[in-house]
């Protein structure tokens, strides 16, 4: 595994204590906000390795274990069933991309140990959310208190992609500016056609349930900084939350870091789809950061548009038709326009082939297609579902993988 010199600055890299692996260790470094730095988060189902049922408890030596072998990059997330890690801050997306395979590639062999599989996607097609038990963590305790039985059943996984950016006014310009893009990520990214063992008829259910939790879905109109502030401001002097990471919406300004963190899409299966959905999302914040004026053009109309487009790349992923001023606007041509308005950024950048990926997710489909797919070649065996994807989480692999017998009835 090799680095670019500007990025191992802010790595400490260390031999695991069997000396078969690289442990990759935050140096807590920021990198240069002119840069446009990025990382990235994903959030993983634990599940059976023989059966592939969601976990229901978890034991905590298992996190501390995952975190010990990422260096302090692996965590648990709000539900026992779900594992997150993130990645340092990279510049180079190709490092990204390595330590987002050695993350994963940990996790796994930890989770292994414990007689556990990683599976990347959006909802885990066979799980029972009312079986599903909070972290034993204070913070996620104390939300299941508030959400109740809206917080159990968010039995769902995403990526987070942060991109950093140091101006804070000009943040917000974009992510107003961001809006009528934020459709096109989820329908890319869509890994959740199933739940509770059936399938939704959406591509990417994730979202729909997600709707369910306050403070969720698309950003409103803000006008900057300052009127977000207030916001925020009266939301805690209510009591209603204790900080503003308690705003989930599908994109929001961090509140550690100078970023810009994007939440729509689903967790990818594949890592190169990951990859290239949070270069598209790191490139267009570029174009977007540049051209602070553009956000004045995102209108209540433009917004009540994307809000449309939402639902739609929920419904549809991939074979997405999307609504316009204009008139309906294939998910071919809108990213092709959208490609075509961050070259310059894409070869700023240096990740101009991980922008061309997203032209191959359209034409082979997003995890959901295969899913879908594995389920129908099986006699619609949902386990064959839940084995495609575990094993599909590791090797990248785009074929659906076939079960040698169906399950049980």
């Not at 260790?25 to 059976?48: Q, V, W």
């Not at 097609?125 to 109740?148: G, H, T």
């Not at 039995?155 to 943040?171: A, F, I, N, T």
Request: charged share 25%; proline share 6%; with cysteine.
């Amino acid at each position: 595994m090799t680095f670019a010199s500007d990025v191992s600055k802010l790595l400490r890299l260390a031999p695991s204590e069997d000396k078969q692996h690289v442990v990759i260790r935050s140096a807590g470094g920021g990198g240069n906000p002119a840069e446009y730095s990025f990382g990235i988060e994903e959030e993983y189902f634990l599940a059976d390795r023989r059966s592939f049922e969601v976990a229901i408890r978890t034991p905590n030596e298992l996190f501390e274990s995952a975190n010990w072998s990422t260096g302090g990059q692996a965590m648990r997330e709000m539900l026992q069933s779900q594992l997150e890690v993130a990645t340092n801050v990279h510049v180079d997306v190709n490092d990204a991309r390595e330590e987002l395979r050695f993350l994963r590639r940990e996790v796994a062999n930890v989770a292994a140990q414990y007689g556990f599989v990683i599976m990347a996607c959006g909802t885990h097609p066979s799980a029972v959310w009312r079986m599903s038990q909070p972290s034993p963590k204070p913070r996620y305790e104390e939300m299941i208190e508030d959400l109740r039985s809206i917080g159990h059943r968010n039995m769902m996984c995403g990526m987070h992609v942060h991109v950093q950016l140091p101006d804070p006014e000009k943040r917000m310009a974009v992510m107003r500016a961001m809006l009528p893009h934020l459709p096109l990520f989820i329908a890319l990214s869509a890994s959740s056609p199933f739940w509770n063992s059936h399938k939704t008829g959406l591509k990417g259910y994730r979202l729909a349930a997600y709707s369910e939790l306050p403070r969720t879905g698309l950003p409103e109109l803000f006008e900057g900084k300052q009127d977000f502030d207030a916001y925020v401001g009266a939301l805690q002097r209510s009591g209603v939350i204790p900080d503003e990471s308690h705003i989930w919406w599908a994109m929001r300004p961090s509140m550690k870091h100078p970023t810009l963190e994007l939440r729509a899409p689903d967790t990818c299966t594949f890592v190169d789809d990951a990859v290239a959905i949070a270069s598209l999302y790191r490139c267009l914040t570029r174009h977007l950061y540049l051209r602070p004026q553009l956000s004045r053009e995102v209108t209540a109309v433009e917004r009540a548009i994307a809000v449309e487009n939402k639902w739609r790349a929920q419904r549809y992923g991939t074979d997405c038709i999307f609504a316009s001023k204009d008139g309906p606007v294939t998910i071919s041509e809108l990213l092709t326009g959208v490609i075509d308005d961050i070259a310059e950024d894409a070869a700023a950048l240096n990740c101009s082939t991980e922008i061309e990926h997203c032209r191959t997710i359209v034409a082979r489909g997003s995890s959901a297609e295969f899913q879908l797919r594995a389920y129908r070649e099986s006699g619609d065996d949902i386990a064959a579902v839940s084995q495609w994807i575990a094993t599909s989480t590791l090797s990248g692999t785009s074929a659906p993988v076939h079960r040698s017998a169906p399950a049980p009835s």
